[in-house]
């Protein structure tokens, strides 16, 4: 039977531009190489108050690859990063793929056992990491695992600056049983010349719990990477060499490919302080004046509520996109009337290796009448997004359902992993686990995760329709919703919130402000008030750590 979703209708949405297929560069390293042929003394790497051009990028990235393979790393073997938002994370991301190396970025919030996992399940060849998690924990670690070299890095070279709100740690004397980073990129190696890669290969073991189980790697390809990446620098232009401001973690798909990927391929300069602290990021904002960024809703939301926050921290700002976390509409609209910018809302994960859908620049995403929720964009034109049942089965424009994704930036599984593979990607396809809709006109609408829904007395609660509602509190600043055991109902709506800077409201208010724009099966019976609700490091709130509190 011919797929409804087949015709694409989403297509009369883009500009002819838009619309038009990429052929994306091979590799990373093709596309880095291509901006160094180009632009080689243009900033590639701004920290603090540290520079980089992209010739001397090359030059040291080419010394740590000449490193690695001195120190026995084979092409094809596996380089951890733990590293902050710094140049250190690009350098060595560089080289180990000038190695023929796969890299596997790991999140420097993990502990031990969380590190332990991806070293084996990986087998990890080398890792690199701060000096300081190298001296707290990971040299044990490393010790009892499959890794052989490891490369420690020291967050205050390559600036001078040393902001105390984000760089307020010692130097530490290079620890024993690594090399320094920063010593080895300077060392002039050449690197390896047999170790090509090719797009096909795998660029990046990405860890992440998919869609449901431990975590697991997706094998982000290195032209999934540089498609998505292409797809961003076209469909969503800014001049060539303009700044983009690493607001996502760079460990995450999201800031691998929207924020590194993307800058490289127009040659442009990252923006780089390595972690997110509200007041350095404006700071950086009114000195760098960047002309994109992408982060999720969380962390606009801090921005926004910082004391002396401006419309001019945000005047340079040609394009700014939202991901990785829900964007609210009243989120929005209250950030363009106090800030000016109108942020693009945009979906993906990281086994479609970042976006598979976005809000072109010439438009504004539709709020769906009924539920409230914002529209996350339209897919490109090379992608393919349909909503199924639980069979499988398409369900009409309108109707909700799983989406599942196809086209050139999903990844081609999980690592090691042929039965999680099977499960999550039939015939090629991604099944993502969320739930969510199209409309005829091909604007998506993500709803909530399968495995979020709440059963109340037999009818289904979404919390994203709840948070919705009260994001449009005035005193409201961050919203979670998730489901508690109810002798009476199975299950009943609890919400926990933030509140917004001097403002006032009690729970008892914020559960009647539900309940009259409800149905009654969904208000909160519970609301708890929080000084700060737990997040990732990538910013997206943590709804099973409250729900295992509640």
Request: glycine letters at 8%; one cysteine or more; charged letters at 20%.
């Amino acid at each position: 039977m011919t797929s409804i979703y087949a015709a694409k209708p989403w297509l009369a949405q883009l500009s002819a531009a838009q619309r038009a297929d990429i052929d994306p560069p091979g590799t990373v390293l093709d596309s880095f190489r291509a901006a160094v042929a180009r632009a080689p003394e243009h900033t590639a790497l701004a920290y603090f108050d540290g520079r980089l051009g992209y010739r001397e990028v090359d030059e040291l990235s080419d010394s740590v690859a000449g490193h690695l393979a001195a120190r026995g790393l084979r092409p094809g073997e596996r380089v951890a990063l733990m590293l902050q938002n710094t140049p250190h994370f690009v350098i060595a991301l560089l080289g180990a793929w000038k190695a023929g190396a796969v890299v596997v970025p790991l999140n420097p919030m993990y502990k031990a056992g969380e590190v332990a996992h991806v070293l084996h399940d990986a087998d990890v060849a080398a890792l690199v990491c701060s000096d300081r998690a190298w001296a707290e924990y990971l040299r044990d670690t490393a010790a009892d695992s499959p890794v052989r070299i490891a490369l420690t890095a020291c967050e205050l070279d390559l600036q001078t600056r040393n902001d105390q709100r984000v760089l307020g740690f010692e130097r530490l004397p290079v620890p024993a049983g690594a090399d320094d980073l920063v010593t080895v990129a300077r060392m002039g190696l050449a690197a390896p010349g047999e170790s090509r890669i090719a797009g096909d290969d795998t660029a990046l073991i990405s860890y992440t719990s998919g869609t449901s189980g431990t975590p697991k790697g997706a094998m982000n390809t290195h032209r999934g990477i540089t498609y998505n990446a292409e797809r961003q620098r076209t469909g969503h232009p800014v001049a060539e060499g303009s700044g983009y401001f690493a607001l996502a973690p760079l460990f995450h798909i999201t800031g691998m490919v929207c924020e590194l990927a993307t800058c490289i391929a127009n040659a442009g300069t990252l923006i780089l302080t390595y972690r997110f602290h509200p007041g350095v990021v404006l700071d950086a904002f009114a000195e760098h004046r960047p002309a994109y960024t992408v982060g999720p809703s969380t962390a606009f939301m801090a921005l926004a509520a910082t004391p002396g926050v401006t419309r001019d921290h945000f005047a340079s700002f040609e394009l700014i996109s939202s991901g990785g976390a829900p964007l609210p509409p009243a989120l929005v609209e209250r950030f363009r009337a106090g800030f000016g910018p109108y942020i693009r809302n945009g979906y993906g994960l990281t086994e479609c290796t970042a976006p598979c859908a976005s809000v072109p620049p010439e438009k504004e995403a539709p709020v769906d009448p009924v539920s409230g929720t914002l529209s996350v964009g339209v897919p490109g034109p090379q992608t393919v997004v349909r909503i199924v049942d639980l069979e499988g089965n398409e369900v009409p424009f309108g109707e909700q359902g799983e989406i599942v994704v196809s086209g050139p930036q999903v990844v081609p599984g999980y690592w090691r992993r042929p039965d999680a593979t099977a499960e999550a990607f039939p015939d090629g396809e991604l099944r993502t686990g969320d739930i969510g809709f199209m409309d005829r006109d091909g604007w998506l609408y993500v709803v909530d995760r399968m495995k979020d829904m709440i059963n109340a007395s037999g009818f289904k609660v979404w919390p994203r329709e709840v948070e919705d509602v009260l994001y449009t509190h005035p005193a409201v600043r961050e919203v979670a919703v998730v489901g508690i055991p109810d002798a009476y109902r199975g299950e009943s709506v609890k919400a926990y919130v933030s509140l917004r800077p001097g403002a006032e409201a009690d729970p008892a208010e914020l559960a009647a402000y539900c309940k009259e724009r409800l149905a009654a099966y969904k208000y909160p019976r519970e609301v708890e008030i929080l000084a700060e609700l737990p997040k990732t490091t990538s910013g997206k709130i943590l709804r099973r750590e409250l729900r295992t509190q509640a």
